[in-house]
């Protein structure tokens, strides 16, 4: 065990969190079991742990710590990817004659050209990143491939608008006319242009909705079904590369290069977003076993099915649920798994904040469902030391939960709600310190006051948890408590490599 935290300073405050150990219950020594802290605002009373409570779910599985993590797959990608877009490059290069850029309106058009094939191939590995195949998953992590799929999407949309421009000014010059009457004769004259100008505009629509501010205002239903017209532009952008691009319209390596790019990015997107699913829940039937309510706004859907013993799942991991009844068949949303998989069931939690999620409440015993998954890298597979730190906020509290089943001993949990009401699992969160030689440590009250601002300075957070630096931390919940906590870790050198990260997007 590692030693009793210690208290913060008195100079905090009549207002400040006090931290201490609970009290001993029956048969249980005082230095095992959850920590908690008392409610801020000055109050005496101490939360007390409840007796030893066992949730039913199945034996713990200890997953060891690797010596290296493998990252050979991610390095690959990058070699591949890199390797595959100067390729893309070279083949520019190799049709373009010695001699023949001479003036202003040859650098245009060969810029358009250059940047109408780079933008194809990113447009290329935009659908690759998205296409859910396992193996792109494990190695980068789909919270990775997230942040990479909206990078890229910038570079797309600034190649694309590039390619359009450089072309259109370019021919322009070398036909003497006003710009818009060249756009024009382009469109209506040029092979397949009427497809490829039908989709720059929905490449520019969706990357304009995709904007931060914009996207956290629609509705995730709006957004999912949006984002499926992506692949309109890969349809529709096939023909115009194969009949204008002088680098595929040739036959020849170039051709059979860029087939095979598609080739291979089509089965991707089959197998990831079609044969896989299926074949997934042909096996497994899963189906709903019961509805539990958590609290007033949060809800647990126990899942049965078959051969769950055989389910390649992780504690932390989510999947994508589709219930098959009137009203949400429609939809697939994610949500992490709030127990570890077992033989026996699935579980996940849900908060309710808009009509699809209030309609959860009501599934029936039986409802069939499609789910999709697991994804997700935010597993005790991907730690690099012997101990862990976890942290959750709200309903973030899920995947933390179900980590905690499957991390070894001296784990600590560092779980912020607003108040006593919030907590989602105590009792089964105590039996798992008790049986787990765990610690968690309840922050309860608001953003503003004293306890937890200090908690989460590097001077509070070294005072919990003295050996932060040794150990991994796992955070999920609201972005305000992961960017803060990670700033705070960052102080604490706690090197990137062991801040792992399950944020709320979508």
């Given at each position: 065990m590692?030693?009793?935290?210690?208290?913060?300073?008195?100079?905090?405050?009549?207002?400040?969190?006090?931290?201490?150990?609970?009290?001993?219950?029956?048969?249980?020594?005082?230095?095992?079991?959850?920590?908690?802290?008392?409610?801020?605002?000055?109050?005496?009373?101490?939360?007390?742990?409840?007796?030893?409570y066992r949730p039913r779910s199945a034996q713990h599985r200890e997953i060891d710590v690797p010596d290296v993590y493998d990252h050979s797959?991610?390095?690959?990608?990058?070699?591949?990817?890199?390797?595959?877009?100067?390729?893309?490059?070279?083949?520019?290069?190799?049709?373009?004659?010695?001699?023949?850029?001479?003036?202003?309106?040859?650098?245009?058009?060969?810029?358009?050209?250059?940047?109408?094939?780079?933008?194809?191939?990113?447009?290329?590995t935009q659908v690759l990143l998205m296409s859910r195949v396992r193996w792109l998953e494990r190695w980068i992590g789909a919270h990775s491939l997230l942040i990479w799929h909206r990078e890229?999407?910038?570079?797309?949309?600034?190649?694309?608008?590039?390619?359009?421009?450089?072309?259109?000014?370019?021919?322009?010059?070398?036909?003497?006319?006003?710009?818009?009457?060249?756009?024009w004769s382009m469109i209506t004259t040029y092979e397949d242009m009427v497809s490829a100008t039908l989709a720059t505009g929905i490449l520019i629509g969706i990357s304009l909705l995709a904007i931060r501010s914009v996207r956290r205002r629609l509705p995730y239903e709006f957004w999912y079904f949006l984002h499926l017209t992506s692949y309109l532009i890969l349809l529709l952008g096939y023909g115009h590369q194969f009949a204008t691009g002088r680098e595929l319209s040739r036959g020849g390596f170039g051709t059979w290069y860029w087939a095979g790019l598609y080739a291979f990015v089509v089965l991707c997107l089959i197998?990831?977003?079609?044969?896989?699913?299926?074949?997934?829940?042909?096996?497994?039937?899963?189906?709903?076993?019961?509805?539990?309510?958590?609290?007033?706004?949060?809800?647990?859907?126990?899942?049965?099915?078959?051969?769950?013993?055989?389910?390649?799942?992780?504690?932390?991991?989510?999947?994508?649920?589709?219930?098959?009844?009137?009203?949400?068949?429609?939809?697939?949303?994610?949500?992490?798994?709030?127990?570890?998989?077992?033989?026996?069931?699935?579980?996940?939690?849900?908060?309710?904040?808009?009509?699809?999620?209030?309609?959860?409440?009501?599934?029936?015993?039986?409802?069939?469902i499609f789910a999709e998954g697991p994804s997700g890298v935010f597993t005790a597979e991907r730690r690099r030391r012997p101990r862990a730190?976890?942290?959750?906020?709200?309903?973030?509290?899920?995947?933390?939960?179900?980590?905690?089943?499957?991390?070894?001993?001296?784990?600590?949990?560092?779980y912020r709600a607003r108040n006593e009401d919030e907590l989602l699992f105590r009792e089964e969160l105590d039996w798992l310190a008790r049986e787990r030689e765990a610690q968690v440590w309840y922050v309860l009250g608001s953003r503003d006051d004293a306890g937890p601002r200090y908690l989460f300075t590097p001077k509070g957070m070294r005072e919990l948890v003295d050996d932060i630096r040794h150990r991994d931390v796992f955070l999920c919940g609201p972005s305000g408590l992961v960017n803060t906590s990670v700033r705070t870790l960052r102080r604490l050198r706690v090197p990137r490599r062991q801040i792992h990260l399950d944020p709320f997007e979508f």
């Open positions: 590692t030693d009793r935290p210690r208290r913060p300073k008195p100079a905090l405050g009549r207002d400040a969190a006090r931290w201490q150990e609970p009290s001993a219950g029956p048969g249980r020594p005082t230095d095992r079991g959850a920590g908690v802290a008392t409610e801020p605002r000055g109050a005496d009373r101490t939360y007390r742990v409840k007796d030893a797959g991610r390095l690959l990608f990058t070699i591949v990817f890199w390797c595959a877009l100067a390729t893309s490059v070279e083949l520019w290069w190799l049709n373009t004659p010695t001699g023949s850029i001479r003036s202003v309106a040859d650098i245009l058009v060969a810029g358009g050209r250059l940047t109408g094939l780079v933008g194809g191939f990113l447009l290329l890229l999407g910038g570079a797309l949309l600034f190649m694309i608008l590039g390619h359009v421009a450089l072309i259109v000014v370019g021919y322009s010059r070398i036909a003497a006319q006003p710009l818009l009457p060249t756009a197998w990831g977003r079609i044969v896989a699913p299926a074949w997934f829940n042909l096996r497994h039937r899963l189906r709903v076993a019961r509805v539990t309510a958590e609290g007033p706004d949060m809800i647990s859907v126990y899942i049965s099915g078959r051969r769950l013993d055989g389910l390649d799942a992780r504690a932390g991991q989510y999947f994508r649920w589709r219930f098959l009844t009137l009203g949400c068949w429609w939809q697939a949303h994610p949500f992490s798994l709030s127990a570890a998989p077992n033989e026996h069931f699935l579980r996940l939690t849900i908060k309710v904040v808009g009509d699809h999620t209030e309609r959860l409440r009501g599934l029936r015993p039986g409802v069939r730190l976890l942290i959750a906020g709200g309903s973030g509290i899920a995947p933390i939960r179900a980590l905690l089943e499957e991390l070894p001993a001296q784990t600590v949990v560092i």
